[in-house]
């Protein structure tokens, strides 16, 4: 297997065409058609279907796909990074559970940064895909929550990833809903109270499981179900109807215009928010400015405002 063969798996994707890609590697189709012939049949998988109406990625395909743009992607920053020249782009990454506070620190970041060129990565995405892309050293830091339901399961895929957890802040589960709801009034909600209402959580894609879930509580009957990819989303949503879920307390402040409210789950247990880097890679300059950012937001926020960061 070479950088080459996933270089061509992933022009072939982007494309949806055998001859299309061709034409853009700048080699012959039956060329780049023998390339990955020799790379299934080293690998014993099958990448690309092949049909009458062209191809398309199969499943063992999709999953390869993946690790094939996240090893372009370091060969790339590799090569960029020790390929003698004398000066090299800043690059810092962060892949964060939707986390406003974490969005927050990032824009500060760039305001105190006096850098003349640099690659910055911010991604909200799902929970594994945070874990996975701190071990394969896409991101520099990860930002997600740790509980008693959780812990196990995450704290093994830190440690066959080599990947270190550090305590941000602890929390409560809150319930997030518009302040003309119906539960808005009061002072805690049980979640058998609030389960006929439409919850809407975070998508997980292949790895939608409790211990992965977002939502740090999950009801124990959930009659109507709403699965979103983005903050703007959810929020909308809350916003917009009587649907409720369930995060750390943190109000963003985008939200404040949509009057939205949280309300302590009865009998909650406690959260950890924190970041994970990577055991072999020392953070950077810019990675420590930006948990230094993190902290101070904490600290300076947390207990002092009554708007709070989802």
């Known amino acids: 297997m070479t950088l080459q063969q996933l270089r061509y798996v992933i022009e072939i994707a982007n494309c949806g065409s055998m001859s299309e890609a061709a034409k853009r590697l700048f080699i012959s189709q039956p060329s780049l058609s023998n390339a990955i012939k020799e790379l ?54 962060v892949s964060t559970q939707h986390y406003a506070f974490a969005v927050d620190a990032f824009v500060r970041l760039m305001k105190q940064s006096e850098l003349t060129d640099y690659s910055f990565h911010l991604r909200e995405t799902q929970t594994y895909e945070i874990v996975d892309d701190v071990r394969t050293l896409r991101s520099d830091v990860g930002i997600l929550y ?24 602890n929390t409560h589960p809150h319930v997030f809903i518009r302040a003309g709801h119906p539960l808005a009034g009061r002072k805690s909600i049980a979640l058998e109270d609030i389960s006929s209402y439409p919850f809407i959580s975070f998508e997980q894609g292949d790895n939608n499981s409790l211990h992965f879930a977002e939502e740090m509580v999950i009801a124990a009957r959930i009659d109507k179900s709403i699965k979103v990819n983005d903050r703007a989303t959810l929020s909308n949503l809350l916003a917009g109807t009587d649907g409720y879920t369930i995060g750390t307390g943190l109000l963003a402040s985008e939200l404040e215009g949509n009057s939205l409210i949280t309300i302590p789950v009865e ?12 055991k072999e890679r020392k953070p950077s300059p810019i990675a420590s400015a930006y948990i230094d950012l993190l902290n ?3 600290s300076r926020h947390f207990f002092s405002i009554n708007h709070f960061l989802l």
């Open 267 to 278: 009998n909650g247990e406690m959260f950890t928010v924190g970041w994970i880097t990577h």
């Open 40 to 93: 299934e049949s080293e690998l014993g998988i099958t990448i690309f279907e092949r049909t009458n109406r062209g191809i398309s990625l199969s499943i063992e395909g999709m999953e390869f796909l993946g690790y094939a743009r996240q090893m372009i992607e370091q060969a790339d920053f590799i090569e960029n990074r020790y390929s003698g020249k004398q000066h090299s782009q800043n690059r810092f990454a």
């Open 296 to 298: 101070d937001l904490v």
């Open 146 to 169: 740790i509980s008693e339901r959780n812990s196990k399961v995450l704290n093994k895929l830190f440690s066959d990833g080599s990947l270190k957890f550090t305590p941000l802040f």
